[in-house]
């Protein structure tokens, strides 16, 4: 997949329609999907802040309730791609 459809699909998991349409096991997977490429261009402080997030949303998204605290997982990693996407 060329950079500009990687950066595209990773601006559409920021979107609200995304969210709507998710959940955490979707977003893990869609963000895990592209995490060579996000290693290579961004910074590696906001790479570990991704990893240590995706891991978060994993645990959360198999032993979790899916309750509030569901949600911010979900929320506190989206804010960590949005740092990542910006700079495109």
């Known amino acids: 997949m060329d950079s500009a459809s990687i950066v595209f699909k990773l601006k559409h998991i920021c979107c ?3 969210y709507a349409d998710s959940d955490l096991f979707i977003l893990y997977r869609d963000i895990i999907e592209h995490k060579g490429f996000i290693r290579k261009t ?9 990893c ?3 891991d978060c949303v994993f645990y959360e998204a198999r032993f979790g309730d899916y309750g509030d605290y569901s949600e911010k997982v979900y929320k506190d990693c989206i804010e960590v791609l949005k740092k990542i996407v910006q700079k495109f």
């Open 16 to 18: 609200d329609e995304y």
């Open 42 to 50: 961004t910074t590696d402080d906001l790479y570990e802040s991704l």
């Open 52 to 54: 240590t997030e995706l």
